[in-house]
Nanobody, 128 residues
C-alpha cells in the first residue's frame, strides 16, 4: 500500500487547510478493509494520532485536541482520505503523516507501531 500526502502549507491562526492522502497498491487486501488516518509530529515531540477513518463503514475517531476543529472524510472512488483542518492554532504546527492498517475497526489511541503503511509526510505551519 502506498500513501501520498498533499495539501500542507502555511496558514494563519484561525485559518484552514485540507490535507489529502491518496492510497494505492491494495494487492493483498481490499481498500474497503482498512483504517486510514493521520498522525502528526512536532519538533522534539513524539508522533501522535490525530484522526482516523474506517474505509469499510466511515466510522471515525478524533484526538481530543482536534475535536470540533478537524474533520476526516473519504472518497472511495478516488481512494483518498481528507483531513479538513479549521480554526488552526500555532500548536497544530507539525509534519502530518498519513498511515494505514489492514482491519475495518478503529483501535482508539493506537500508537504509530500499530500502523503498517506510511506516507512521506507533509508540513503544516500555523503562524500566530
Amino acid at each position: 500500500v502506498q500513501l501520498v500526502e498533499s495539501g500542507g502549507g502555511l496558514a494563519q491562526a484561525g485559518g484552514s487547510l485540507r490535507l489529502s492522502c491518496a492510497a494505492s497498491g491494495f494487492t493483498f487486501h481490499d481498500y474497503n478493509d482498512y483504517v486510514i488516518g493521520w498522525f502528526r509530529q512536532a519538533p522534539g515531540k513524539a508522533r501522535e494520532g490525530v484522526s482516523f477513518i474506517s474505509t469499510k463503514d466511515g466510522t471515525s475517531d478524533y484526538a481530543v485536541f482536534v475535536q470540533g476543529r478537524f474533520t476526516i472524510s473519504k472518497d472511495d472512488v478516488r481512494k483518498t482520505v481528507y483531513l479538513q483542518m479549521d480554526n488552526l492554532k500555532p500548536e497544530d504546527t507539525a509534519i502530518y503523516y498519513c498511515a494505514a492498517v489492514w482491519g475495518s475497526e478503529i483501535v482508539p489511541n493506537a500508537g504509530p507501531s500499530y500502523y503498517d503503511h506510511w506516507g512521506q509526510g507533509t508540513q503544516v505551519t500555523v503562524s500566530s
